[in-house]
């Protein structure tokens, strides 16, 4: 495959999460029957796994010769999930010579690890290793392989950087005196408030807070609009998502505010679900990741993220 831009910046060269795209079968895999090794497609990674530490060497050793132009980018990326404390390492051919990458001691999450192509134009084999760091069974996955202009990446990320927490022209101000009443129904009508607000402000009364106001102080803690990206994580799954967006937590806190807003008849709660869901409308794409908009790709998730936004914002809309 040629490298398939994902954005001004970026670009795939295997799109390893997509069975149908995947070019898996160009890696070659040595045996690892030993300690168990495995190495297969899933339907939305590559994953691997070993029974055991091999008694020398790595537990993974895999290797393709990719032979694509990088003319225009400068990093080599790798988006993988290795098993705890495991090592990866990484060499790459290209036509300025060999190039050798060592990670730390991974963590338990997600990782995209930036490999420098020293002025490289094209790129030749790329060999992965992975080191074992417990006697028994690991496993993991890799997403993609991909590369990078890190000069033109700050570009990018610059255009969702567009609003603050006044919106003007989008919101009423902040003096603005809304009336505490659901606009649809949607969650609550106006008779059933009544009642839920007694049920509350007693619950309150008796232990000095409720869940309803516990979620609300979360969501008050975090600024939706600096969460407004290329795409809307899936809640706190990051299998799809890009490292940059893992503290995204955009979904799930603008009903929390909403709610309690509604409830305690706080505007300033109120005011906050409605930034929530304009920084949910200002995201590129309501979906968890690029690999939801590959070019020429088929996975999706539009199930979860989009059904999940479409939810939200209309809640919001109600409430706030």
């Given amino acids: 495959m040629k490298p398939t831009p994902i954005n001004m910046a970026e670009a ?4 390893l999460w997509d069975p149908q795209l995947s070019e898996l079968s160009r890696w070659q895999v040595e045996p690892g029957g030993e300690h168990g090794l495995r190495v297969y497609q899933n339907w939305c990674f590559a994953g691997f796994e070993w029974a055991r530490k091999p008694a020398s060497g790595p537990a993974l050793r895999m290797s393709r010769r990719f032979d694509v132009e990088s003319t225009g980018y400068d990093r080599l990326i790798i988006s993988i999930m290795a098993p705890a404390n495991a090592i990866l390492h990484l060499a790459v051919t290209t036509d300025r010579g060999q190039i050798a990458f060592e990670a730390p001691p991974a963590p338990a999450e997600k990782k995209e690890y930036a490999i420098d192509l020293q002025g490289a134009l094209r790129l030749g084999e790329v060999s992965l290793e992975l080191d074992a760091a417990d006697a028994g069974m690991a496993n993991g996955w890799i997403n993609w392989i991909g590369l990078q202009n890190s000069a033109l990446l700050p570009r990018h990320l610059a255009q969702f950087e567009r609003f603050d927490a006044q919106w003007e022209t989008y919101l009423k101000p902040p003096n603005y005196d809304p009336t505490f009443a659901p606009s649809y129904g949607i969650l609550i009508n ?6 839920f607000r007694a049920e509350h402000d007693a619950f309150v009364a008796q232990h000095g807070a409720s869940p309803y106001t516990i979620a609300a102080e979360a969501a008050a803690r975090l ?4 969460m407004i990206h290329d795409y809307v994580n899936f809640w706190t799954d990051t299998r799809y998502c890009r490292e940059r967006d893992t503290s995204h937590l955009l979904l799930h806190h603008g009903p929390a505010a909403a709610i309690a807003g509604l409830l305690l008849r706080d505007k300033t ?3 906050l679900a409605a930034r929530y869901a304009l920084s949910l409308a200002m995201c590129a794409h309501w979906d ?8 020429g790709g088929n996975f999706e998730h539009r199930c979860f993220v989009q059904s999940l936004c479409v939810h939200e914002t209309a809640l919001i809309l109600d409430l706030a």
């Fill in 12 to 15: 795939i060269i295997d799109p």
């Fill in 190 to 195: 106006a008779d059933e408030l009544v009642a």
């Fill in 223 to 226: 600024v939706p609009e600096q």
């Fill in 269 to 271: 709660l109120l005011r």
């Fill in 288 to 295: 968890d990741g690029f690999i939801c908009a590959f070019p």
